[in-house]
C-alpha cells in the first residue's frame, strides 16, 4: 500500500494509490462479511419478518404474477425502483416465499455501498487507514448489517446516496462530466427508491454549483444538468400518480398515504403521535434512535469529525461533499413534525418498536465523518494512534450492540414484535382459507394479507385487488362475473367497496365471521352457487 508513485497494476485516484491486492482483499473482506451476515439472520429466521419487507416481496412478485401484471401493479405510496429490481428474483417460489429475492438485493447494495465507502474516506483523507476507519464504521454496525439481510428498502436507499456523494467528490475533484453524470443517475435512482432521495436534490444541485471554480455559465450548466436528470425521478412519479390515481400527490395525501393512515387512527382512537407537530420532541426521539441503532461512541466520533472538518481551513471545501450525508437527519425530523412519520422507541413513550430503522440513514455520515480526525498534518504515527482508538471505539461499540444475540438488536425486535403473521386474524384467515378454499378467484386488499398467500400458495393471478383497475367497475356492479372469494377486513379496500355498493355483493355468503380484538374484524365469503 502507497501513497505516492504509480504502477501497471494499481489504480489511481487523486493522491492515492492502491494496488490490486489490497483492492481484492477488501473486496473479499467486505463480500465475506455481508454474505456471512445474511446466512446467519436467515438461518436465525428473521429476515423476513417485517409486515413492510413482505409487502415489498408482494408488489415485486405482483409485477409478473398477477391478473393485470406489469405497469399496473406500480402503486402509488411504495417508490417502484425496489421492486422492480428484485421482481425477476421474485419469479422463483422459494425466493419469494423467503424474502431472498429482497435480501439478495439488499445483500449486494450493501457490499456496494461498503466499497465506495471505503473509496470515499480513502480519497478525501489521501490514505487508505482513513478508508479502512469509515469501512469499520459502516460494515461493523450490527443493526446495519441485519438490516442488509432483510428485502426493506434502506440499504438500497444508502447505497444511492453513497454513490452519488462519490460521483459529486469525483466531478470536485476531476471537473469531469461523466463524474458528475453518474452521480445525477445515482440521484435519480434513490429518488425512485425512497422519498429521502428527494430531500438532497436540491443541497446536491447547489454544491455542484458552487464545487469548482469557474464561469458561471459552466457552472449553472453543470447543475441543470443534474437537475434534469436527478429531478426527472420526482417528475416522473408525479406523472405516474396523476396519471393512474388522477392525483400528482396521491402518494402523499391520497387514500393510502401516511397522511390518509394517521387521520384514520386519530379518528378512531384519538391517539396522536408523540412527535406530531414538535420539531423539539422529534429531534429528541431521533437522537434517541440514533444511540440505539448505532451507539453513541460512533455518533460521538462523528461530532468530533465534523468539528474537525470545520477547523481544517486547508481541505474543508475539498471535503464538503460529505455533508451531504447529513441531510436525512432534518428530512427525518421534519417527516416525523409534519409529515405522520411515526418513529417510537423503547426508551421514551410509549416505550414500543417502530421504524426504529430510519437511523440507519444517518450511518454513512457517522462512518465517513471520524475519518476526519485522522488530520494530515499530524505525525504519522499519531494518525496511526488516532486510527487505532478510532477503530477500537467501534468496534467495542459493535460489540456491546451485539452482545444480547441477535434478536435483541433492535431493528430485529421491532419486526419480530411487530410480525403480522403473530396476527390472530392473520392466522385465523390462513386456518380458514386452507380448509375451504378449492380454487377460485379471491377479491382480497392488496398487501394486507401478506402471510395467507405464501403459506397456501395461492397465486397472485388468483386475487384481484385495488391495483387492478380495469376490472374495477365491474366489482361495483357484478363482482360474481370476476370473484368467487371474498377476503374483507375492517377499513380496508374491500370493507370499503362492499359498503358502497351492497346490492353487488348479495350473491355472496359468509363462510366466516370474526372479530379480534385489537386488530378488528375478518369477514370470509363465497359465492353462491346455482
Known amino acids: 500500500m502507497s501513497e505516492s508513485g504509480s504502477t501497471g497494476n494499481s489504480v489511481s485516484r487523486g493522491d492515492v494509490i492502491l494496488s490490486w491486492p489490497v483492492r481484492v482483499s477488501i473486496g473479499a473482506a467486505i463480500t465475506i462479511a455481508a454474505s456471512a451476515s445474511l446466512c446467519f ?25 398477477s391478473l393485470t401484471p406489469g405497469y399496473e401493479e406500480i402503486g402509488t405510496v411504495w417508490l417502484p425502483l425496489p421492486h422492480l429490481l428484485a421482481a425477476p428474483l421474485a419469479i422463483n417460489d422459494f ?52 438490516l442488509a439481510s432483510t428485502p426493506l428498502t434502506e440499504p438500497l436507499a444508502i447505497l444511492w446516496m453513497v454513490l452519488m456523494v462519490y460521483g459529486l467528490y469525483r466531478y470536485q475533484e476531476s471537473g469531469g462530466v461523466g463524474a458528475l453524470i453518474g452521480a445525477s443517475a445515482a440521484a435519480f435512482c ?108 460512533p455518533l460521538t466520533l462523528a461530532l468530533l469529525g465534523l468539528v474537525a472538518w470545520a477547523t481544517d481551513e486547508r481541505d474543508r471545501r475539498r471535503r464538503a461533499v460529505a455533508l451531504l450525508f447529513l ?90 414484535m411487530n410480525n403480522p403473521c403473530r396476527s390472530k386474524r392473520q392466522q385465523a384467515l390462513a386456518r380458514v382459507l386452507r380448509g375451504v378454499y378449492d380454487g377460485g378467484n379471491i377479491l382480497i386488499a392488496q398487501g394486507k394479507w401478506p402471510c395467507a398467500m405464501r403459506q397456501l400458495d395461492i397465486p397472485f393471478r388468483k386475487t384481484l385487488t385495488d391495483t387492478n383497475r380495469r376490472f374495477r367497475q365491474s366489482l361495483r356492479t357484478e363482482p360474481s362475473r370476476l370473484v368467487e372469494w371474498i377476503v374483507r377486513g375492517e377499513d380496508d379496500d374491500v370493507d370499503i367497496l362492499m359498503r358502497a355498493y351492497p346490492q353487488a355483493f348479495k350473491d355472496f355468503a359468509p363462510v366466516f365471521r370474526a372479530t379480534f380484538p385489537g386488530e378488528g374484524s375478518l369477514e370470509i365469503y363465497r359465492r353462491r352457487r346455482g
Not at 428473521?46 to 404474477?65: K, P, V
Not at 425466493?95 to 431472498?100: A, E, Q
Not at 393512515?261 to 422529534?282: E, K, L, M, N
Open 190 to 297: 434513490g429518488t425512485w427508491t425512497r422519498y429521502d432521495g428527494w430531500s438532497v436534490l436540491p443541497f446536491a444541485a447547489l454544491f455542484v454549483l458552487l464545487a469548482r471554480p469557474g464561469p458561471w455559465r459552466q457552472r449553472i450548466r453543470h447543475a441543470l444538468l443534474f437537475s434534469l436528470i436527478a429531478g426527472a425521478g420526482p417528475a416522473l412519479w408525479l406523472l405516474h400518480n396523476a396519471y393512474r390515481y388522477g392525483n400528482a400527490l396521491a402518494f402523499y395525501n391520497g387514500p393510502y398515504s401516511a397522511l390518509a393512515i394517521y387521520a384514520h387512527q386519530v379518528a378512531t382512537t384519538a391517539f396522536r403521535f408523540p412527535t406530531d407537530g414538535s420539531v423539539a420532541v422529534s429531534a429528541r426521539y431521533f437522537l434517541e434512535d440514533l444511540k440505539l441503532v448505532i451507539g453513541a461512541g
Open 327 to 416: 441531510v436525512p437527519l432534518p428530512f427525518n425530523i421534519q417527516a416525523m413534525a409534519h409529515s405522520a412519520v411515526p418513529l417510537y422507541v423503547p426508551t421514551l413513550f410509549p416505550n414500543t418498536y417502530w421504524n426504529l430503522r430510519l437511523g440507519m440513514e444517518m450511518l454513512p455520515a457517522v462512518a465517513v465523518l471520524p475519518a476526519f480526525l485522522l488530520v494530515p498534518g499530524l505525525p504519522r504515527r499519531m494518525r496511526r494512534g488516532v486510527a487505532l482508538m478510532v477503530l477500537a471505539i467501534v468496534v467495542g461499540q459493535a460489540v456491546l450492540i451485539a452482545s444480547h444475540g441477535a434478536r435483541e438488536l433492535v431493528i430485529a425486535k421491532e419486526g419480530i
Open 41 to 65: 439472520f436467515y438461518w436465525q429466521g428473521l429476515t423476513d419478518i417485517y409486515g413492510d419487507a413482505m409487502a415489498h416481496m408482494e408488489g415485486a412478485r405482483r409485477l409478473f404474477d
Open 95 to 146: 425466493l419469494w416465499k423467503t424474502g431472498l429475492a429482497g435480501s439478495f438485493v439488499s445483500t449486494a447494495a450493501l457490499i456496494v455501498t461498503a466499497w465506495f465507502v471505503f473509496r470515499l474516506a480513502t480519497e478525501m483523507n489521501r490514505e487508505a487507514i482513513a478508508g479502512v476507519v469509515a469501512l469499520a464504521g459502516f460494515l461493523v454496525c450490527p443493526n446495519m448489517l441485519y
